[in-house]
């Protein structure tokens, strides 16, 4: 057994634990609390303590803080805290549980080797079974150089990943498959794909076991991650030794290699509720800690929580205390672990004041806003909750991007064949400016993306008509039932070949919008090589084959791929696709043309804007230097092919870049092998896009290999950090 080590009555701050040469200073802030145990444990396993240290209010007692420094201790050692208070009123809200050990909601590393979440929703003691934080000192590792990257947001290509599923399949072949270290030997694939920021689901602590009864009853666990207990500690399940505490430098060790591959890090934060859920749900920490003050609770009973997440409960994001932390958090994660920006699940809730009422003004969104440690942090919202308050278009702040859920269904809507749809495809192939123009916002306010996480993959978003969600044991109530989705003529999987070349076509003209399109486009992993979850919308609790990407999907959809990877490239080599101001129409000086030309069936000729039946769409996207290509490009959604004119641009030619009704690789060309046309007219085929590039015909004249360019200056690709 260790020994027993001294104390003296430490310092009220910093909250969590601080490591220095003669011990380490623990305190928690808890309001209400009448007596405060710290339990000490060698291990993370241990049942048992080896030091129960109680804390007298007269010596370890300030303002809010209960607090005590323990002489000598190492790092290393596990802990918990015993807090106990006035009971439960309904005047109160108070849910104070002398019974039960919690977490410190400041703790860096945490472990739930023993957790049982049904033990901590029940009466008695749960301390066999309990979670519990480790003490770390975070101060000494070697970050060689690395700063957190600042690449702008019009020339970000975001990519959302499962850290876990990205990896756990066998045919990833990693050495350490589910974790960030099996993502780091993923990096040189990241790097060949040509996105620039990963957008991670979930990495902070959070509880596996929070599923429904009946999907805990079949194995299942809650795998996406949106259950967070522990805002400041990595997940320990992304973890190759958990069990050492090993979490900070495991995650710092993944930012620092993508940094070194100038990619960036987004994390997927969930502030808008805990994995505490409701008033029936397990006492973790904040419950038993915080009192009433951390939750939306009923004005007349506080023992009721305001559930606007649709998780139990509701963080009392604007309450200044709770401000303060959240904000605390955030700026640890920047300055200590270099990460590059956040998304905001469920964003809108924490628009909600204490009374549940929507503010106009927010002090927790402007205060994350205005946070000079934040100041070069990519901010971005799901600006709805579960409660139907949508702000897309109207987040409250100035720089926060939004995704652009408009964007993603108008695009679905288009690609399946609605018609009527030109006016607003346009709209939002623009940056969607009647959503942020007129707030004097940009382009890059819009993270556009037609897949997420939460839906559909691509592959299944045309391979299904409906949802299949009963491997989830819901009997497929839960998920989205309105999900635009097209089957291309069967529902699921399917030997008809026209079929599947429909499907990979309708793929094709997915990445083609989104990479064409103005603002910050996201993708999906696994959609550049057409992962399927089997019409499953919503694999929250699918731990498992159904939710890891088979990476043999890349040799099998190669086609696919190559386009995604190519595509990639054509966005990066046309700073007019990464324009940080709305277009206009306005003729450019440098070009003696407008920034963008809309055209009908003929070039110049009125678009069918008023068109209730049309489904196409033909523009042309000027350079922005007088070095710079020209883009055309037209989108023929429809059941028929259409033969185009294509527009005339003096002393230049155009080049056959895409055409996604073709195969691979035919269906996208890369920029030195492109050939000038010798007509100026093409055949769209149906449900097709095709884009064209333009030559300086000096430069044909000058080649003397045909069909082989470079097209110099103006199809260079960006540096990212211009």
Same mark, same amino acid.
């Given at each position: 057994?260790?020994?027993?080590?001294?104390?003296?009555?430490?310092?009220?701050?910093?909250?969590g634990?601080?490591v220095?040469?003669?011990?380490?200073?623990?305190?928690?802030?808890?309001?209400?609390?009448?007596?405060?145990?710290?339990?000490?444990?060698?291990?993370a396993?241990?049942?048992?303590?080896?030091?129960i240290i109680?804390?007298?209010?007269?010596k370890?007692?300030?303002?809010?803080?209960?607090?005590?420094?323990?002489?000598?201790?190492?790092?290393?050692?596990?802990?918990?805290?015993?807090?106990?208070?006035?009971?439960?009123?309904?005047?109160?809200?108070?849910r104070?549980?002398?019974?039960?050990?919690?977490?410190?909601?400041?703790?860096?590393?945490?472990?739930?080797?023993?957790?049982?979440?049904?033990?901590?929703?029940?009466?008695?003691?749960?301390?066999?079974?309990s979670?519990?934080?480790?003490?770390?000192?975070?101060?000494h590792?070697?970050w060689?150089?690395?700063?957190?990257?600042?690449?702008?947001?019009?020339?970000?290509?975001?990519?959302e990943l499962?850290v @876990?599923?990205?990896?756990?399949? *066998?045919?990833?072949?990693?050495?350490?498959?589910?974790?960030?270290?099996?993502?780091?030997?993923?990096?040189?694939?990241?790097?060949?794909?040509?996105?620039?920021?990963?957008?991670?689901?979930?990495?902070m602590?959070?509880?596996?076991?929070?599923?429904?009864?009946?999907?805990?009853?079949?194995?299942?666990?809650n795998?996406?991650?949106?259950?967070?207990?522990? $805002?400041?500690? *990595?997940?320990?399940?992304?973890?190759?030794?958990?069990?050492?505490?090993?979490?900070?430098?495991?995650?710092?060790?993944?930012?620092?290699?993508?940094?070194?591959?100038?990619?960036?890090?987004?994390?997927?934060?969930?502030?808008?509720?805990?994995?505490?859920?409701?008033?029936?749900?397990?006492?973790?920490?904040?419950?038993?800690?915080?009192?009433?003050?951390?939750?939306?609770?009923?004005?007349?009973?506080?023992?009721?929580?305001?559930?606007?997440?649709?998780?139990g409960?509701?963080?009392?994001?604007?309450?200044?205390?709770?401000?303060?932390?959240?904000?605390?958090?955030?700026?640890?994660?920047?300055?200590?672990?270099?990460?590059?920006?956040?998304?905001?699940?469920?964003?809108?809730?924490?628009?909600?004041?204490?009374?549940?009422?929507?503010?106009?003004d927010?002090?927790?969104?402007?205060?994350?806003?205005?946070?000079?440690?934040?100041?070069?942090?990519?901010?971005?919202?799901?600006?709805?909750?579960?409660?139907?308050?949508?702000?897309?278009?109207?987040?409250?702040?100035?720089?926060?991007?939004?995704?652009?859920?408009?964007?993603?269904?108008?695009?679905?809507? $288009?690609?399946?064949?609605?018609?009527?749809?030109?006016?607003?495809?346009?709209?939002?192939?623009?940056?969607?400016?009647?959503?942020?123009e007129?707030?004097?916002?940009?382009?890059?306010?819009?993270?556009?993306?037609?897949?997420?996480?939460?839906?559909?993959?691509?592959?299944?978003? $045309?391979?299904?008509?409906?949802?299949?969600?009963?491997?989830?044991?819901?009997?497929?109530?839960? @998920?989205?039932?309105?999900?635009?989705?097209?089957?291309?003529?069967?529902?699921?999987?399917?030997?008809?070949?026209?079929?599947?070349?429909?499907?990979?076509?309708?793929?094709?003209?997915?990445?083609?919008?989104?990479?064409?399109?103005?603002?910050?486009?996201?993708?999906?992993?696994?959609?550049?090589?057409?992962?399927?979850?089997?019409?499953?919308?919503?694999c929250?609790?699918?731990?498992?084959?159904?939710?890891?990407?088979?990476?043999?999907?890349?040799?099998r959809?190669?086609?696919?791929?190559?386009?995604?990877?190519?595509?990639?490239?054509?966005?990066?080599?046309?700073?007019?696709?990464?324009?940080?101001?709305?277009?206009?129409?306005?003729?450019?000086?440098?070009?003696?043309?407008?920034?963008?030309?809309?055209?009908?069936?003929?070039?110049?000729?009125? *678009?069918?804007?008023n068109? *209730?039946?049309?489904?196409?769409?033909?523009?042309?996207?000027? @350079?922005?230097?007088?070095?710079?290509?020209?883009?055309?490009?037209?989108?023929?959604?429809?059941?028929?092919?259409?033969?185009?004119?294509?527009?005339?641009?003096?002393?230049?030619?155009?080049?056959?870049?895409?055409?996604?009704?073709?195969?691979?690789?035919?269906?996208?060309?890369?920029?030195?092998?492109?050939?000038?046309?010798?007509?100026?007219?093409?055949?769209?085929?149906?449900?097709?896009?095709?884009?064209?590039?333009?030559?300086?015909?000096?430069?044909?004249?000058?080649?003397?290999?045909?069909?082989?360019?470079?097209?110099?200056?103006h199809?260079?690709?960006?540096?990212?950090?211009?």
């Open positions: 057994m260790p020994k027993k080590y001294p104390t003296k009555s430490g310092s009220p701050y910093p909250h634990t601080q220095s040469e003669e011990g380490v200073n623990f305190s928690i802030s808890s309001r209400h609390a009448t007596k405060v145990e710290l339990w000490l444990f060698a291990e396993d241990s049942h048992q303590p080896f030091q109680t804390l007298q209010k007269d370890n007692h300030t303002f809010f803080s209960w607090h005590v420094f323990v002489k000598q201790l190492p790092v290393g050692t596990w802990y918990a805290w015993r807090i106990d208070g006035p009971s439960l009123t309904s005047e109160s809200g108070l104070f549980d002398r019974e039960k050990l919690l977490l410190d909601p400041w703790a860096r590393a945490v472990s739930d080797k023993l957790w049982l979440r049904s033990a901590a929703c029940l009466p008695g003691d749960n301390s066999h079974c979670m519990r934080a480790a003490v770390v000192e975070d101060n590792y070697d060689e150089g690395d700063t957190p990257l600042a690449i702008r947001s019009e020339k970000a290509i975001i990519y499962h @876990g599923g990205f990896t756990r399949h *066998p045919s990833a072949k990693v050495k350490h498959p589910g974790t960030f270290a099996g993502l780091i030997e993923k990096i040189p694939y990241l790097r060949e794909l040509g996105i620039t920021h990963v957008e991670l689901l979930p990495i602590a959070f509880d596996e076991q929070d599923v429904p009864p009946h999907t805990a009853e079949l194995g299942l666990s795998y996406w991650g949106y259950s967070t207990h522990s $805002f400041f500690s *990595p997940h320990p399940g992304y973890c190759v030794t958990p069990e050492q505490a090993t979490h900070i430098r495991e995650f710092r060790d993944l930012v620092k290699a993508l940094h070194k591959a100038k990619i960036g890090v987004i994390m997927d934060v969930v502030f808008n509720h805990t994995s505490e859920a409701g008033a029936e749900g397990p006492v973790i920490n904040f419950k038993g800690i915080t009192g009433n003050s951390f939750y939306l609770t009923d004005k007349h009973d506080k023992r009721i929580f305001h559930d606007y997440t649709g998780c409960n509701t963080v009392n994001a604007n309450h200044p205390l709770v401000s303060n932390f959240i904000i605390s958090c955030l700026e640890y994660w920047v300055r200590e672990m270099h990460v590059d920006g956040f998304r905001f699940d469920l964003a809108s809730a924490l628009a909600r004041g204490e009374d549940g009422h929507v503010m106009q927010p002090p927790l969104v402007w205060g994350i806003e205005l946070s000079e440690q934040l100041a070069r942090t990519k901010l971005i919202a799901e600006a709805w909750d579960a409660s139907g308050l949508y702000q897309v278009g109207s987040f409250p702040g100035y720089r926060w991007g939004e995704w652009n859920g408009m964007y993603r269904d108008a695009m679905r809507r $288009f690609l399946r064949g609605d018609p009527g749809m030109t006016n607003e495809v346009a709209t939002r192939l623009c940056g969607s400016s009647d959503l942020y007129s707030q004097g916002r940009l382009p890059i306010s819009g993270i556009n993306f037609i897949t997420c996480h939460d839906g559909f993959t691509l592959n299944d978003l $045309f391979s299904y008509n409906e949802k299949h969600n009963a491997a989830n044991g819901e009997n497929n109530r839960d @998920g989205c039932n309105n999900n635009l989705s097209f089957n291309c003529g069967a529902e699921g999987p399917t030997q008809n070949s026209a079929i599947l070349a429909l499907r990979h076509k309708q793929a094709k003209n997915a990445f083609t919008i989104l990479l064409l399109s103005h603002g910050v486009p996201m993708l999906l992993a696994g959609d550049e090589f057409l992962h399927s979850q089997q019409g499953n919308n919503n929250y609790c699918q731990n498992n084959d159904l939710s890891w990407l088979n990476w043999a999907d890349g040799k959809n190669a086609d696919v791929l190559r386009f995604v990877q190519q595509m990639i490239k054509l966005r990066k080599r046309h700073p007019s696709l990464m324009r940080r101001n709305f277009l206009t129409g306005a003729i450019l000086p440098d070009r003696g043309m407008a920034d963008i030309t809309w055209h009908g069936l003929e070039p110049n000729h009125q *678009p069918q804007w068109n *209730p039946e049309s489904r196409m769409l033909a523009f042309t996207l000027a @350079g922005i230097n007088e070095n710079d290509a020209d883009l055309h490009v037209i989108m023929n959604m429809s059941d028929h092919a259409l033969k185009m004119q294509l527009p005339v641009i003096a002393e230049r030619t155009w080049c056959l870049a895409v055409d996604t009704s073709m195969v691979s690789p035919q269906d996208i060309t890369p920029a030195e092998l492109q050939k000038p046309l010798a007509k100026q007219s093409y055949a769209v085929e149906s449900r097709s896009i095709v884009v064209f590039e333009t030559i300086d015909n000096q430069l044909i004249h000058t080649k003397k290999a045909p069909g082989f360019f470079s097209k110099l200056s199809m260079k690709i960006f540096d990212q950090h211009d």
